[in-house]
């Protein structure tokens, strides 16, 4: 809250309750009221009733809440932040709580239901003081200008807000639905909640904060992405040699079970078994050679002879 903002608020609290008591004590712009209502601008130039009519709808909460937020949510969809909106909630609930509570409270009859010329109509059974088109045009308008990011943005959203707040207010009054007195309040109402928005800006970053949070929670908790599935452990499986055969361990390797399409492994290596080989047939290369295959050292000894051969 910066000391301009201060001053500002300061003034339009002062210029709020100078109103009020204005019309209280029955003022002179109480009797401004009763002259422009007798006046009946909307009978001098009738032309501009049918264009006002319409123009005044700028003014109504319903139509401009959800222009507005329409706008404002896009832009917490791009910025990746509920600022926008939780903003624009917090004043129009100020804009109900202080303007609501100022209407009940003061009870003003409107022109069109007033009873004696220049009472202040005070007290009775209205609720047009202060005038809620005039201060939901200034809220709901002048909140883009609040939220704005660069000057010149700023700038161009607060001209344009307070062309309509002017002219919805001024609109009331050519219609006749509201004395100047309730848009005159009208503006300071919506003003001061504008002013007074920096200092809930904390506590909107607290709620920003929580919802996000609770937001994250719920998403892990409802996720419709499922946990990844870790891979079963694979046991490796021994399996026994029986004695015998070449070959009757690989079958019996072979007819062990799979386990997940995995075979089991191998314990140790394969026992040696040695075998004997095919004997090998025809003469010996010379005469005195052994045979292969023979008994050791049978080609050592000479041939016997055969008895009586010589």
């Known amino acids: 809250m910066s000391r301009v903002r201060m001053s500002l608020l300061g003034t339009t ?9 204005l019309v209280l004590s029955t003022s ?6 009763w002259q422009v209502m007798l006046f009946r601008p909307y009978k001098q130039w009738p032309e501009l009733h049918a264009f006002l009519d319409y123009f005044v709808v700028l003014g ?3 139509p401009t809440a959800a222009l507005i937020a329409a706008w404002l949510g896009w832009r917490s969809w791009r910025q990746r932040t509920l600022r926008p909106l939780l903003v624009m909630g917090c004043a129009l609930l100020l804009l109900n709580l202080s303007v609501g509570a100022a209407k009940l409270g003061m009870g003003r009859e409107g022109p069109h239901y007033a009873n004696i ?17 005039t201060a939901n045009a200034v809220v709901t308008w002048g909140i ?4 704005a990011t660069t000057p010149q943005a700023r ?19 050519y219609l006749g639905t509201h004395w100047v007195s309730d848009v ?15 200092w809930f800006e904390p506590l909107l970053a ?31 499986v021994a399996v026994g040699v029986r004695g015998g055969r070449e070959g009757e361990d690989a079958r019996d390797t072979e007819a062990a079970p799979a386990l997940n399409g995995l075979r089991p492994a191998r314990y140790g290596p394969r026992p040696y078994r040695p075998t004997a080989g095919p004997r090998p047939t025809g003469p010996p290369a010379h005469p005195g050679a052994p045979h292969p295959g023979s008994h050791p050292g049978a080609g050592d000894r000479p041939p016997v002879s055969p008895a009586g051969s010589h």
């Open 28 to 33: 002179w712009l109480v009797h401004l009221d």
């Open 60 to 62: 109504q909460r319903g």
């Open 184 to 198: 005159l309040l009208g503006w300071a109402a919506g003003l001061l909640i504008l002013l007074a928005l920096p």
């Open 13 to 21: 609290a002062v210029f709020y309750a100078a109103i009020v008591g």
């Open 144 to 147: 883009l200008a609040y939220l």
């Open 117 to 133: 010329v220049g009472s202040n109509e005070m007290f009775l059974t209205g609720d047009i003081f202060p005038s809620g088109h």
């Open 206 to 236: 607290r709620v920003e904060m929580r919802v996000l949070t609770d937001r994250d929670r719920l998403w892990e908790r409802f996720s419709l992405r499922e946990p990844k599935r870790a891979a079963p452990a694979v046991t490796p």
């Open 155 to 173: 700038r161009i959203l607060s001209v344009m807000a307070a062309i309509f707040a002017l002219g919805v207010g001024t609109t009331t009054v």
